[in-house]
C-alpha cells in the first residue's frame, strides 16, 4: 500500500514560497501523484497531478524525483488566502485495476501576515 | 462545466434512523466514489463505483451503502445511524476509474447524528 507521510502543519509568511513534500516509499509503477487543497467545511479542491519530473501549472509546481518516493508540492507567493489543510494522494489500483483512494492526514499551512 | 453535487448539504438523523446522500458527477465522467471525513479518522475512502457496479470498497461495515445509476448518479444510505457516523461525507468523480484520472471532490454533505 502506497501510505503517504506529510508534516503535520507548516507556517510561512506571506509572500514567501511554501514547499511542503510528501514520502510515498511504496508508490506502484502506475501510481500518480495528486495534492488537493481543502479548507473548512469544504470539499477537497484539486491543485495538481504528476507521475514523474516537474509539472507547473498556474497555482503551484510538482517535483518528482526519479525514484518517485517522494514528490514536493511548491506555492509560490503564499497569501493568507493559501492557509489551508494540503493533502498529498497516491491513488492506488484497488481490485479489478479500480483505484482505491488513501488519504494521509495532510498539512495544516498557516499563512502569517 | 458544473462541478460535483452533493444533496442535502447538511442534515440531522436521530440514531437508529437511516440517511440516503445523493451525488451528481461532473458531466462525462463516470465514476463516482465517496468518502467520510472526521476530525478523528481524517478522509476515509467508503466505496467507488463505475458503470452502476461497486469496484472498491473501504473498511466500513455492511451498514453503508451506495448504489450508481445508469446516468452515473450516486446515492449512499447509512442504515441505523450511530453517533459516531456523524462526519463530513464527500463524493467524488472522476472520467475514468484507472490511475492517472484526476479525482474531482463536491462540496460535501455534513451529517449529524444526535
Known amino acids: 500500500l502506497a501510505k503517504t507521510t506529510q508534516p503535520i502543519s507548516m507556517d510561512s509568511y506571506e509572500g514567501q514560497e511554501v514547499n511542503i513534500t510528501c514520502s510515498h516509499n511504496n508508490i506502484a509503477t502506475n501510481d500518480y501523484i495528486t495534492w488537493y487543497q481543502q479548507f473548512p467545511s469544504q470539499g477537497p479542491r484539486f491543485i495538481i497531478q504528476?507521475?514523474?519530473t516537474k509539472v507547473t501549472n498556474e497555482v503551484a509546481s510538482l517535483f518528482i524525483p526519479a525514484d518517485r518516493k517522494s514528490s514536493t508540492l511548491s506555492l509560490p507567493r503564499v497569501s493568507l488566502s493559501d492557509t489551508a489543510v494540503y493533502y498529498c494522494l497516491v491513488a492506488e489500483r484497488g481490485s479489478g485495476g479500480y483505484q482505491k483512494v488513501t488519504f494521509g492526514i495532510g498539512t495544516k499551512l498557516q499563512v502569517i501576515p | 462545466k458544473a462541478g460535483v453535487t452533493q444533496t442535502p448539504r447538511y442534515l440531522i438523523k436521530t440514531r437508529g434512523q437511516q440517511v440516503t446522500l445523493s451525488c451528481s458527477p461532473i458531466?462525462?465522467?463516470?465514476?463516482v466514489s465517496w468518502y467520510q471525513q472526521t476530525p478523528g479518522q481524517g478522509l476515509q475512502f467508503l466505496f467507488e463505483?463505475?458503470?452502476?457496479?461497486?469496484?472498491n470498497k473501504g473498511n466500513f461495515p455492511g451498514r453503508f451503502s451506495g448504489r450508481q445509476f445508469s446516468n452515473s448518479r450516486s446515492e449512499m444510505n447509512v442504515s441505523t445511524l450511530e453517533l459516531g457516523d456523524s462526519a463530513l461525507y464527500l463524493c467524488?468523480?472522476?472520467?475514468?476509474?484507472?490511475?492517472?484520472?484526476?479525482?474531482?471532490f463536491g462540496e460535501g454533505s455534513w451529517l449529524t447524528v444526535v
Open positions: 463505483y463505475f458503470s452502476e457496479t461497486q469496484r
Open positions: 458531466s462525462g465522467h463516470r465514476s
Open positions: 504528476g507521475y514523474k
Open positions: 467524488a468523480s472522476s472520467l475514468g476509474a484507472g490511475s492517472g484520472n484526476t479525482i474531482y
